[in-house]
């Protein structure tokens, strides 16, 4: 027998939805879907158990791993290092799993909230089914948000079943660390799994569909990245994976191990090549969950993408027009999937539900990004390209800043880092910053506050002391190099 809830508010997705259930509703009703994620099932959405958090758990000790190199370089000299790679996992994991374990538990025994742990479907813009202990479970919400966030993309071809394919999900929980991996793409994942398991020893060959990587940044910071990475691990461009297949050991015990696979690659020409692997990760790009809650059949507006149609409110469009009390946050509705961007969302909508009749739009501008790889990438703002093409190219002035041209960079010996500041030469307007090195996602943070705050190049390099000789001179370097006019009365 069909059961019906009526909540006060229904979360679909225990990531950055489950921040919504705030003491507001502690004396309302509030129903939380999640199916659970990755190989365990787990509570708590991506970011926690299959994506920022363990991820960068991992580029620690992997960083940690090539100390011995970088203490070369400046006389010192350390042994090899070697990563144990279950122990990595198990610390990485205890911790994690003990969060989401315990986040579970806590939603569980709240009176306020009926928890489901199922796949659930829309029946309509605010209703939605799942089945659970064999029976069907309908909910009526008064108010209701989609956090549903976004899953792997793979590529249809054959071999992706095999155990040795994997992707971001599943990934991080192997027995061992494989001594040959083979990673698919040239986008954010694929290169933070590079620098890792370069990191920690393993042999790496990336390719990539196009000629570089990370070529959506900048292409000075594109550029750079693409050099330094190929000294690091093997990179092959403009290349694709055509099909996977196992290989077992011969009857001679000879020959490669009974967990290998020979990936088959075509070259953007039409060349077949061929690689043995032990494991493969593929990386190509991930959509929105819009389809595995029924989004378009509940009359959901979407994007050719196949992301929920949201106004500046987050709220849900349905035929171009909002529908009252139907909310959006995060990977399923947003062009950048970033954490930082669906907690950002997630206080918008909190507020948006508690306060209907005094709605707050979302801030989606100065939106920064870091690619934890080796070497580190952080950005914010325009690329060059695009200020070019914003204000015209003649209105554009550029700095980039060495790290090695400043006094911390020659304590460290830094040979690739570098920090580019793009401005309007007219009125010393910030419009972004791309950065390339040790730590850039801290250096390029007080970019992102004068961006944020509307400080213009000049008062921000000399309106504030910076510790000397830090390595956040690199950042004051490179603003003070820009061409941008000097206010009257600036600070000296
Ligand atoms: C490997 C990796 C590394 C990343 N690193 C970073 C980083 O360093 N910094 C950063 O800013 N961002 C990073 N991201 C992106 C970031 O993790 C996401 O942008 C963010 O977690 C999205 O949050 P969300 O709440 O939208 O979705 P999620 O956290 O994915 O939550 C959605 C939840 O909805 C559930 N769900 C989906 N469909 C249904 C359904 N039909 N019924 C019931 N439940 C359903 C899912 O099981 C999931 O638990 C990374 C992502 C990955 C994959
Ligand atoms: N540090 C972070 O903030 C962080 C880390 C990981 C993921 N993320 C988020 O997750 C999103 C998804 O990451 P991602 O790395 O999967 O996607 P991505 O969009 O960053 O990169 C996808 C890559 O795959 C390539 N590609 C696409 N289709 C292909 C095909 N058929 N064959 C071969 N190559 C193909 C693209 O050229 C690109 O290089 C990111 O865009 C980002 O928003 C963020």
């Given at each position: 027998m069909a059961l019906t809830l009526r909540p006060d508010l229904a979360i679909i997705?225990?990531?950055?939805?489950?921040?919504?259930?705030?003491?507001?509703?502690d004396d309302k009703q509030v129903v939380l879907a999640d199916k659970g994620i990755g190989a365990t099932g787990a509570?708590?959405?991506?970011?926690?158990?299959?994506?920022?958090i363990p991820t960068k758990m991992y580029v620690r000790p992997s960083a940690l791993s090539r100390v011995p190199q970088e203490a070369a370089q400046v006389g010192v000299t350390i042994g090899a290092a070697v990563a144990d790679w279950p122990a990595i996992r198990d610390r990485i994991f205890a911790r994690i799993d003990a969060v989401s374990e315990g986040g579970r538990e806590y939603r569980e025994n709240l009176d306020n909230v009926t928890l489901l742990s199922e796949t659930v479907t829309l029946t309509g813009p605010k209703t939605f089914r799942t089945q659970t202990g064999g029976s069907d479970t309908e909910v009526q919400a008064d108010q209701l948000v989609i956090a549903a966030g976004s899953r792997p993309i793979l590529p249809?071809?054959?071999?992706?079943?095999?155990?040795q394919v994997h992707t971001s999900e599943t990934i991080?929980?192997?027995?061992d660390l494989p001594g040959r991996v083979l990673i698919v793409g040239g986008g954010y994942i694929a290169c933070e799994f590079a620098g890792i398991f370069s990191g920690l020893g393993s042999d790496v060959v990336q390719i990539n569909?196009?000629?570089?990587?990370?070529?959506?940044?900048?292409d000075d910071i594109s550029d750079a990245y693409s050099a330094e990475a190929e000294k690091n691990w093997s990179v092959r461009y403009q290349r694709t994976l055509a099909a996977v297949e196992p290989l077992e050991r011969s009857s001679s015990g000879q020959?490669?191990?009974?967990e290998s696979v020979r990936a088959h690659l075509v070259t953007s020409d039409g060349r077949a090549e061929e690689l043995e692997v032990d494991i493969i990760l593929v990386a190509i790009g991930r959509k929105p969950n819009s389809d595995l809650v029924g989004a378009a059949e509940a009359g959901l507006d979407l994007h050719p993408d196949g992301r929920i149609a949201v106004d500046e409110y987050q709220r849900v469009l349905s035929g171009g027009q909002p529908v009252e009390g139907l909310y959006a946050l995060g990977?399923?509705?947003?062009?950048a999937m970033l954490k930082h961007v669906a907690n950002h969302e997630a206080r918008v909508v909190a507020h948006n539900l508690e306060n209907p009749h005094n709605l707050r739009p979302v801030r989606h501008y100065a939106i920064p990004s870091a690619?934890?790889?080796?070497p580190e990438i952080a950005q914010v703002g325009l690329t060059e390209a695009q200020a070019d093409e914003t204000i015209g190219a003649e209105n554009v002035t550029t700095k980039t800043q060495k790290y090695g041209d400043t006094a911390y960079g020659w304590a460290m010996e830094d040979s690739y880092g570098i920090f580019k500041v793009i401005a309007d030469?007219?009125?010393?307007?910030i419009l972004g910053a791309h950065a390339m090195g040790y730590q850039s996602s801290n250096l390029i943070q007080p970019i992102i506050h004068a961006m944020s705050f509307g400080q213009d190049a000049y008062t921000v390099a000399r309106g504030q002391y910076w510790i000397h000789?830090?390595?956040?001179e690199v950042t004051e370097n490179a603003l003070l190099g820009l061409d941008v006019p000097v206010p009257e009365n600036a600070p000296l």
């Open positions: 997705g225990s990531g950055s939805g489950n921040s919504l259930i705030t003491p507001f509703w509570f708590g959405g991506t970011c926690l158990n299959v994506g920022c249809d071809i054959p071999g992706m079943d095999l155990p991080m929980r192997l027995d569909r196009s000629q570089g990587l990370m070529t959506q940044l900048d020959g490669p191990g009974p990977d399923i509705c947003s062009a690619i934890f790889s080796y030469k007219r009125s010393g307007e000789p830090a390595l956040m």
